[in-house]
DNA sequence: ATCGGTCGATGATCTGAATCAAGGCCGGTG
DNA sequence: CACCGGCCTTGATTCAGATCATCGACCGAT
C-alpha cells in the first residue's frame, strides 16, 4: 500500500451523512412481496408485519448505516442498489455484497453490524426494528424459519465468494459476478443473459479484490473475446452464457 | 495454473473415502457442554438433546462429508480439528473455515452443503439428523435462537475473511490468522497468546489464498522479527500481540 | 539402521496483477 | 456550448507472490 493509494483510499470515505425520508409501510402493495422473506405469507401475517414495518428512501451515497453500528435495525430493499462494505483502518475497502431488490439487509453481526451499507443508487428500504420483529416470530414461525434461511444462503454465497477472492484469475472472477448478476436477474423475474450493473468499476473492482485498472482491462478483455457486449453504459448482454460459465470454473 | 499444479492439486484428493463408528451419545458427560449451542440448556432440555445425539468418530484424514452432499445432518466437533473444503474443477482449493472443539458443523447450505469436511486429526463429532432437531425446536425455541445466533457469527466471520482474501498482504493474512486462533483459544479456556496449530502449512495456505512457500517464508520473517516463536512442531507463542495485532489490521 | 514418504525451508526465476501515468468520453452545469 | 469532474481506458513499468527446483528434518514401517 503506498502512500499516494492510502490517499485515494481515504477519499473513498467522503459520503454523505446517513440521512433519510420515511413514511408508514402497506405491505400488500410491496413490489417486492413475492421474492423475500415475506414472500407466501398468508393475509393475516402480511398485516402485521405490516404493522412493524417502515419504509424509507436513501438517495445515491448515503450511508444506511456504519459498520460496527449498533445492529438494532434489519431491512428489505424494495427498489435500487446497495453496497455492504469493510475498510482497513488505512482505508483498503473490501465490498462483500451488492444488495438488490428483495435482498434482505442486516444479518451477520455480533455486537455490531460487520460491514457498513451504502446506497449506489437511490433506494427504497423497508425496516424492521430487530426486537419488535423477533417479538413477531414467537406466533409467526414461518418467519423466523425463513430467515434462518436467509442466514443459510448467505453463508453459502460467502463461502463461494471465498474460493473466488483465494484462488480465482482476473478473468475468472469477473466471468463469475456477471453470471452470479444474471441468475439474480432471473430470480427476481428478468430474462437471462441480461444484467443491469448499477454499480462503477471501482466498486466491482473492490468486490472482486482487484483494482479499477484490472477490471477495465478484463471488461475490454471478454468484449473482444465477444463473451459478453455492452448494450447501455450500465447493461450488459451475455451472448455465449455457457462459455461464460466455463471461463468462471463453478464448481 | 499450470499442467504440473493441477496434477499436485489433484493429488488433494487422495483422501480416506468415509467411514467412522458411532455410539450413543451422553450429552450430560459431553467435555464441550458449555462451548457450544447446547450451552446452558437446562436439564430437560439437555436430556431431549441427548435423545437424538449420535456421538461419532473419524480418522485423521477421513471424509466426513463432501461438498454438495445432501445436507440432511449436523454436527458438533468435541475433539480434533476439521477443515472446510471447496474446490474447483481444475483442483484449486479453498479452505473457508478449521473447526474446533466447540463449533458447529453442517450450516450454510442451500440444497447440499455448500462445503465438504475432512479431519485433520482424529475427530470426535457429535450427530444430529437436521429434521430431527428442527423438530425440537418447536418446544425448545431457545435452541433455535442459538443456532440462528451461531449462524450470524459464521456469517459476520465469512465477511472478514473476505477482507482478508481480498485485500490485505501475506505478511498480515498469517498475522490475523494466527491472532483469530489465539482467540478462540482464549474462549474455549485455554491462555491467550499460545495457539496450536493441528493443519499443515498447505492447509494455512489454502485458507488464506497463498502458496505454501509463501506460508513457510511469511513465517519464517515472523520469527525472525520475534513476533512469534515455536515451542513445538505445532505450537507458537505470541510474546508481542499488539504488534502482531497492529500487523493484522484489525478494523 | 535403512528406506520412503511427508512436511517444511529457502534460493532463483517468472508472472499476473498492481502501480504509475496519460488521455478520452460523457453528462451535468454555468 | 464550453468547461469541469467523474468515470473509464490503455500503455509502461514494477512488484508481491507464484512457480520451479533443491535439500534437509522427521517419522513410521520394514
Known amino acids: 500500500m503506498t502512500t499516494k493509494a492510502v490517499e485515494l483510499a481515504k477519499a473513498k470515505v467522503k459520503l454523505t451523512p446517513r440521512r433519510a425520508s420515511c413514511a408508514a409501510q402497506d405491505c400488500h402493495a410491496c413490489e417486492i412481496r413475492d421474492l423475500t422473506f415475506c414472500a407466501g405469507l398468508d393475509e393475516s401475517e402480511i398485516a402485521t408485519l405490516s404493522g412493524i414495518a417502515l419504509r424509507m428512501h436513501f438517495a445515491k451515497r448515503r450511508v444506511i448505516f456504519h459498520e460496527g453500528d449498533a445492529a438494532d435495525m434489519v431491512y428489505n430493499v424494495t427498489q435500487g442498489a446497495v453496497r455492504l462494505c469493510k ?45 419488535k420483529l423477533e417479538k413477531l416470530f414467537e406466533n409467526h414461525r414461518q418467519l423466523e424459519r425463513r430467515l434462518f434461511k436467509i442466514a443459510n444462503d448467505e453463508l453459502a454465497i460467502a463461502q463461494d465468494q471465498m474460493l473466488l477472492l483465494g484462488r480465482k484469475t482476473a478473468k475468472e472472477r469477473l466471468a463469475t459476478f456477471l453470471l452470479n448478476l444474471s441468475e439474480r436477474e432471473e430470480l427476481r423475474g428478468g430474462q437471462g ?18 483494482t479499477i485498472e484490472t477490471v477495465s482491462r478484463t471488461i475490454s478483455q471478454l468484449k473482444r473475446d465477444r463473451l459478453i457486449h455492452q448494450t447501455t453504459s450500465h447493461e450488459f448482454e451475455l451472448p455465449r452464457i455457457e462459455e461464460l460459465r466455463h471461463l468462471a470454473e463453478q464448481t
Chains 1, 2 share one sequence.
Do not use: K, W
Open 87 to 131: 475498510l482497513t483502518p488505512d482505508g483498503r475497502r473490501q465490498i462483500t455484497g451488492f444488495l438488490l431488490p428483495g435482498d434482505f439487509l442486516g444479518l451477520g453481526g455480533r455486537q455490531g453490524y460487520a460491514y457498513g451499507a451504502e446506497a449506489i443508487t437511490d433506494v427504497e428500504l423497508c425496516r424492521f426494528r430487530r426486537d
Open 193 to 210: 443473459g441480461v444484467v443491469y450493473l448499477p454499480m462503477v468499476q471501482e466498486d466491482i473492482a473492490d468486490y472482486l479484490g482487484l
